[in-house]
């Protein structure tokens, strides 16, 4: 995997483009997992357009490239955002690093959250345990979060969390199909895009934006970028949110999807 020209002082991004990864870019399932024309199109984009591309997805960082190796990516992207919130840029070898103020933050802030908020998640994984087949995933790295065993078990275990969850509180969570993640209010891929934007010397006025899931939403918000879209394979909220907020709801599926809306949105600009 190779990365694209280097951006200079002279020669700055002038746009961000971020990417959900599985559904809306890569379909693991299907060959070629994301079409060829979309790797050409990032291509001309970087020369036409000075874009920077990363990928904004729910996935760990180790997740997301192994992702990578396996869709076969012939060029590397310029961020990574993973877990939905933590920021990695690819060192002049093309090996992640993490930037260190943002991530560090973050953390701080989620432990800090989540032991504020402790006896309110021991209610939740206890109503979870006993009421439902679902599975509450405590790993070192990951302290709160859940994995339904259907699509329609999530819908209800989020009704319970959002009944639950008091409005005071910076609680939060990321849905993504039969997953689910605590998080925080502040923290998610639409901040996390902003700040990657901000480290380029950019806003939300030159980002764009496209997912497929729930996860997606607080990226698919038009204060967090100009340019919204959605593949036609994405859920129903977000389509919705999409052509509300006045995006691209794209007639192609995943990455198909993501070149047409890429191909709308930047048609007259330069
Ligand atoms: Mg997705």
Redesign the pocket.
């Known amino acids: 995997m190779k990365l694209l020209a280097p951006f200079t002082e002279a020669d700055a991004p002038r746009w961000l483009l971020s990417f959900?990864?599985?559904?809306?870019l890569v379909v693991a399932e299907e060959d070629p997992a994301v079409c060829a024309d979309f790797f050409e199109l990032m291509r001309s984009m970087r020369s036409d357009h000075r874009s920077c591309w990363g990928i904004n997805?729910?996935r760990s960082l180790m997740q997301t490239v192994q992702g990578l190796v396996d869709a076969r990516f012939p060029i590397l992207p310029d961020y990574i955002i993973a877990r939905e919130r933590e920021i990695y840029l690819p060192n002049e070898f093309g090996r992640w690093v993490g930037n260190a103020q943002w991530n560090k933050q973050c953390e701080r802030e989620h432990h800090k959250l989540f032991r504020q908020c402790r006896k309110v998640l021991k209610h939740l994984k206890q109503w979870v345990e006993t009421e439902t087949a679902a599975v509450w995933g405590i790993q070192k790295e990951e302290p709160a979060g859940i994995v339904a065993s259907t699509a329609a078990e999530m819908d209800l275990i989020v009704d319970k969390i959002d009944d639950t969850i008091e409005a005071e509180t910076a609680l939060s969570y990321q849905r993504?199909g039969i997953y689910l993640r605590f998080s925080h209010k502040h923290y998610h891929k639409g901040t996390a895009m902003l700040e990657v934007a901000r480290l380029m010397g950019l806003s939300s006025q030159h980002a764009f934006a496209v997912?497929?899931?729930h996860?997606?939403l607080d990226m698919l918000n038009p204060e967090m970028a100009e340019m919204l879209a959605c593949p036609a394979n994405a859920c129903p909220e977000v389509k919705l949110q999409v052509e509300s907020a006045g995006g691209y709801v794209a007639k192609g599926h995943a990455s198909r999807g993501v070149v047409e809306a890429l191909g709308a949105h930047f048609a007259n600009k330069k």
């Not at 959900?20 to 809306?24: A, E, L, N, P, R």
């Open positions: 959900d990864f599985d559904g809306t997805t729910g993504n997912g497929d899931s996860n997606d």
